[in-house]
């Protein structure tokens, strides 16, 4: 079973931030949270991961609470190429699974004009 | 460089027929996997493979075989086709870089209908 808990759907208005949460109450100590995104059917894409601290890069910013219990996808200004599914993800460190991801329903964004 | 590729785009079998997907990539990543995604659905992991010449089940790996023969190349195999496997099927792989974390490049996927 998926270890997360997202909202089935989002609106968001073209040019603004989208801001997707992400639930993740059990998870542990040495696993990560990332996530992708599958825009209409096309294989999923990766946007981001993080452990413990915040990170940003040129797609997104990821927020991560302070209990690690909870986290947020944030695209800072969302164009209409942005809608599809976002899958966040949790998982341990590839040594102990083998790198394998644990995808969700997701929840899909839809960007509007 | 094409990333990861996979063959054919569509395919509609009979049940009972057999057919091989084949998944390949130029990347030089030791790890490959082959997903499945049925309608409305997220994806659902069938076999990966950490290496050349291994080759490990996930979640729903019943009615299908994989080999890795060769580093670039993963193949998925169904030896007798039910109209359960229809599915899009996804291909990916990824490199381990330090720290134990890495990124899956998935492939444009394979339509795969049984009748």
């Known amino acids: 079973d998926a270890k997360t808990t997202q909202p089935p759907s989002m609106d968001c208005a073209e040019g603004r931030a989208a801001n997707l949460p992400c639930n993740h109450s059990?998870?542990?100590?040495?696993?990560?949270v990332y996530w992708y995104r599958q825009i209409h059917s096309q294989g999923p894409q990766y946007i981001i991961h993080?452990?413990?601290n915040n990170e940003t890069n040129e797609m997104a910013s990821l927020i991560i609470t302070e209990d690690r219990k909870s986290s947020t996808l944030i695209l800072p200004h969302a164009t209409l190429r942005d809608t599809a599914v976002y899958y966040c993800?949790?998982?341990?460190?590839?040594?102990?699974?083998?790198?394998?991801?644990?995808f969700g329903q997701g929840t899909e964004l839809s960007v509007k004009p | 460089n094409a990333g990861v590729t996979q063959t054919p785009k569509f395919r509609v079998l009979k049940t009972g027929q057999s057919m091989t997907l084949l998944c390949a990539q130029d990347?030089?990543?030791?790890?490959m996997y082959w997903y499945r995604q049925d309608p409305g659905m997220g994806l659902r992991l069938i076999h990966y493979?950490?290496?050349?010449?291994?080759?490990a089940k996930g979640e729903v790996p019943d009615g299908y075989n994989v080999s890795r023969l060769k580093k670039q190349n993963f193949l998925l195999g169904l030896e007798s086709a039910a109209p359960s496997q229809t599915s899009v099927y996804f291909c990916?792989?990824?490199?381990?870089?330090?720290?134990?974390?890495?990124?899956?490049?998935f492939g444009p996927g394979t339509r795969l209908t049984v009748l």
């Open positions: 990916a792989s990824s490199y381990l870089p330090g720290g134990g974390t890495d990124t899956q490049y």
């Open positions: 059990t998870i542990s100590g040495n696993e990560y």
């Open positions: 993080g452990l413990k």
């Open positions: 993800i949790v998982r341990p460190s590839i040594y102990n699974q083998g790198g394998k991801l644990i």
């Open positions: 990347m030089n990543h030791e790890y």
């Open positions: 493979s950490v290496g050349e010449g291994t080759t």
